[in-house]
């Protein structure tokens, strides 16, 4: 696997900051962000200085019931093109349910939610993992995700669904250290023994990011400081396996340059003090000696490298019989995950066996990061509305499920609001208004002369 060394993730926020940094050897981009044909110029600029750019997926849905969308997969394959990637990324999560497959309305969660870890959901995964190989022009690598809440009856640990998954397919994995520690936190998991059941040399790279605790929970919010167990968990797995690149995620509330400097130093530092322990290990295992015992015994255990090099001949896992899964099985995962996610959007019964207070917390932060993003996405709509902004959206979106992507969610909340009288007559109501229609077209209305709606079309494609 090439070496990438250390990185962080682009945002054009930072974007002039990140070119600035000393000892940048890649960055991360989200892939949904970067259009093909019109790459950023400080990417542009990252790449004639020999800086590798990966794109970083975060919609296609992997682990979903559905089989992998072909427009999605062709527009990641060109990003990937496009920037002269090395390989691509993605998430094992699901991001929509319902449809066709379930007989229900088509549902997206906006956020990346779990996969049971059930066979059902393993054969899935696999098979899904598979089509996107295929389709990709450059390998792919996967990232475990965090979790505010746990499927009930899940059949193996996370180690062991990662371990079955890169052993089927194939795939790299990227390890997030901070997911790692948010399912200690909110799921009781261990991350040594995540770690020690992980087939080490199938890591593509590793993620650091931060979060904060509030009443027993802990958020990956990738909008504050890395925490030291997320630091210790990273000198954990770096004192089992070199890992090829290790990168800085920060995606909110950006800090001032030298604390994002000061952050890299501590995970260049977190690095190191794994591979000294490695080092320290290895020279005190003298032969006959306990050390020695306690090093094989350390050694052996499944996911370790001393494993991996023992059973492999320098390729990646994945030479079994490929498992296609049934229309069964997609319709049973299917079916639990619109079950799922209805309750965390549309407020419909907790499925059975979850635990109703995590499921009220989990829908409370995807309503809250539904309503940053549409922010982001239409920054005119919290300056029309002002203060009154996160209320009303937050209202609307307790009985409007996204269907279409955040694009299409601002519209229909501003379709809401005008419908509604949501927002009061007045000069908020027509700048609305406009607004909309410039974004969704002008439509003739009844009774209006047609000199008028031309006057209306022209002005609107001119502001476009």
């Known amino acids: 696997m090439r070496l990438l060394g250390t990185g962080i993730g682009w ?36 790449r004639a200085r020999g800086v590798t750019v990966v794109p970083h997926g975060v919609s296609l849905g992997l682990g979903g019931a559905d089989r992998p969308d072909e427009g999605r997969l062709a527009a990641l394959a060109e990003r990937a093109e496009a920037l002269g990637s090395p390989l691509v990324t993605e998430h094992i999560a699901f991001v929509r349910a319902g449809g066709a497959l379930t007989a229900s309305p088509l549902l997206e969660a906006g956020h990346l939610l779990p996969v049971p870890r059930t066979r059902d959901a393993l054969d899935v995964l696999c098979e899904n993992v598979r089509i996107a190989q295929r389709a990709l022009p450059v390998p792919l690598a996967v990232e475990n995700i965090a979790a505010l809440i746990a499927w009930p009856g899940e059949e193996m640990t996370e180690g062991q669904f990662l371990y079955e998954l890169a052993d089927r397919t194939g795939v790299r994995l990227l390890i997030d250290v901070a997911n790692l520690h948010t399912n200690h936190v909110n799921r009781g998991e261990d991350p ?41 968990i990273l000198t954990d797995l770096a004192a089992r396996v070199r890992p090829p690149g290790v990168l800085l995620e920060r995606d909110d509330d950006f800090p001032e340059p030298a604390v994002l400097e000061a952050e890299l130093t501590a995970i260049r530092g977190a690095v190191e003090k794994g591979r000294a322990e490695a080092t320290a290990t290895t020279r005190a295992a003298r032969p006959g000696s306990q050390a020695e015992a ?41 079916l639990a995950q619109a079950a799922l996610l209805s309750a965390l959007v549309a407020g419909t019964p907790a499925p059975e066996g979850f635990d109703r207070v995590r499921l009220d917390v989990q829908a409370r932060a995807l309503a809250g990061k539904r309503a940053d993003v549409v922010g982001k996405v239409a920054p005119e709509l919290p300056v029309i509305l002002g203060d009154r902004y996160r209320a009303a959206f937050l209202a609307y979106a307790k009985g409007h499920p996204m ?41 003739p209305r009844p009774g209006r002369p047609a000199a008028r709606i031309a006057r209306t079309a022209r002005r609107v494609l001119l502001r476009r």
């Open 192 to 232: 040594a023994e995540a770690l020690a059941e992980l087939p080490l040399e199938a890591i593509a790279y590793v993620h650091v990011a931060g979060g904060f605790e509030r009443d027993g929970v802990w958020h990956d919010s990738h909008a504050h400081p890395v925490p030291q167990p997320v630091l210790d």
């Open 403 to 443: 269907t279409g992507g955040y694009r299409r969610d601002a519209l229909d909340f501003a379709a809401h609001l005008l419908a509604t009288g949501g927002v009061e007559a007045g000069s908020a109501r027509r700048e609305l208004r406009r607004w909309r229609l410039e974004r969704s077209g002008p439509a």
């Open 11 to 46: 945002r054009p926020e930072i974007a002039d900051a990140v070119e600035r940094m000393p000892g940048i050897d890649w960055v991360e981009t989200v892939a949904e962000n970067v259009c093909p044909g019109h790459l950023p110029e400080s990417l542009r600029r990252l």
């Open 294 to 334: 306690t090093a094989t015994t350390r050694a052996a255990r499944p996911g370790s490298q001393a494993e991996a090099t023992a059973t492999t001949t320098g390729g990646l896992p994945g030479k079994g019989t490929e498992t296609v899964a049934g229309p069964g099985a997609r319709q049973r995962v299917g």
